[in-house]
């Protein structure tokens, strides 16, 4: 079993920057992925970008794409990081970290749907003002 922790949400100024932090802990040596996936209020959690963190290999949803999003991880301190880029009020929502400790053999793309995932954080807020 592992556990996530998300940090770094808050409120940020439309246009600023942000950037996310997932740290893992307990089997953290077992997480084959780990995802961010965030929900708005009243929607849908919905995918935003996921890393392996065997091969650091990583993709992002379409949705979430325009370059603003950059998923990385730290594997020596089993930190996943997603930074936000020019803020949109759009932006604004809970973001939730993800992990997959059970192996696949699958493809980093896999790993962009909820049913794959098998660990999740509480989130973290975060806040867009205009």
């Known amino acids: 079993q592992v556990q996530l922790v998300e940090s770094g949400g808050g409120s940020v100024p439309a246009g600023g920057s942000l950037t996310l932090s997932c740290t893992v802990s307990?089997?953290?040596?077992?997480?084959?992925?780990v995802g961010w996936f965030r929900q708005a209020p009243g929607k849908e959690r919905k995918f935003v970008a996921t890393?392996?963190?065997?091969?650091?290999?990583?993709?992002y949803s379409p949705d979430s794409g325009e370059g603003r999003f950059n998923i990385s991880r730290n594997s020596a301190s089993n930190t996943v990081y997603l930074q936000i880029l020019s803020l949109k009020p759009d932006d604004a929502a809970t973001y939730y970290c993800?992990?997959?400790?059970?192996?696949?053999?699958?493809?980093?793309?896999?790993?962009?749907?909820?049913?794959?995932?098998?660990?999740w954080g509480q989130g973290t807020q975060v806040t867009v003002s205009s």
């Open positions: 993800a992990a997959r400790t059970v192996p696949t053999g699958r493809h980093i793309s896999y790993y962009v749907e909820e049913r794959n995932f098998d660990s």
């Open positions: 307990g089997r953290a040596g077992s997480t084959f992925a």
């Open positions: 890393i392996s963190m065997i091969s650091g290999l990583y993709t």
